[in-house]
Structure formats: C-alpha cells, structure tokens
C-alpha cells in the first residue's frame, strides 16, 4: 500500500478514543484536521508534541482546524496520559494499525541494529473536503507544532 502523498484522499478511519467515545474522519467534514501520529504514550518525544499541540490548540481553533492525535496505545491508556500531563488534544487509539498503515505511517524502525515495527511520527493537515493538503514525516519534535499552525494559517 503507497502511503497517502498531498492532493490525495485522506484515508478513512472511524476508532476508539479518550473517554470512551469514537472519533471519525467525516467528523471534521467542513473544517481542517491537524491528525499527528506519535509512538507511544507518556514518553518523552511524545509527551512533548501532545503537550505543544495542546498549547497552541486555541491558536487552531481560531484558525478553523482541528486536532487529533493517534498511536496504537488503549483509549484507557490515552485516558491516563492526557490526565497525568493536562491535554487538551483528543487521542485517537488505532490497536489494529488499519489506520497507521492507511497512512504508510506503521513502518519498519531500527535501534541499536534490531529491526522493529512502529510509529514514524508524522503529521498530516486533510483540508476541509478531506484531502491531504500537507504532510509532514519522520516529525522532529522541537518547532513542530508551531510549523504545522504557521501552515494552518497560511
């Protein structure tokens, strides 16, 4: 499966997230989506991107763009991790990898010479008609969260 590229369709998902409910791509129709992957919950990368995106989440609001993050945590897991760090971004939890992979973000990684399967951190801006208009890969944290509002606002 080729991973979605700008001026494609954003793949469809509808999955668990924090609190119980689901969230769905069509949920955001009419509005701009800010959707992050990350790897894993409460560590420090990741801790990092959610806590900068949930600082500037009313600077997207303004902007008319929402924000959802998606890892292959639990929601019960994502529950635990916006109390322990106060955010204020929604948590999509994607176990099956049917989404991670729709977006070519479920990759083969490599430390210290194992091979491994996981999240390449990326973010992806889908315009109000659900197409990709930016993509964003192998995500560096510092800086991001402020790139991807500066490419929001335009």
């Known amino acids: 499966m080729t991973a979605p590229s700008e001026g494609m369709d954003a793949p469809q998902f509808s999955l668990p997230r924090d609190g119980g409910e689901t969230v769905a791509l069509k949920d955001f129709a009419g509005r701009k989506l800010v959707l992050f992957f990350y790897p894993k919950d409460d560590t420090s990368g990741c801790t990092a991107e ?83 208009e930016k993509a964003w890969r192998k995500v560096k944290v510092p800086g991001h969260a402020e790139a991807v509002l500066e490419a929001v606002t335009g």
């Not at 959610?50 to 609001?61: P, V, W």
């Not at 999509?92 to 430390?111: F, H, I, N, R």
């Open 50 to 132: 959610a806590i900068a995106f949930s600082g500037l989440q009313d600077k997207f609001n303004a902007a008319g763009a929402a924000i959802l993050g998606m890892s292959p945590d639990s929601a019960k897991k994502h529950d635990k991790f916006i109390a322990k760090h106060e955010l204020t971004v929604p948590l999509a939890s994607d176990e099956e990898k049917t989404t991670l992979e729709a977006y070519g973000v479920w990759v083969e990684k490599s430390m210290y010479g194992r091979k491994y399967m996981g999240v390449e951190r990326s973010t992806f801006l889908i315009d109000e008609n659900g197409k990709i």
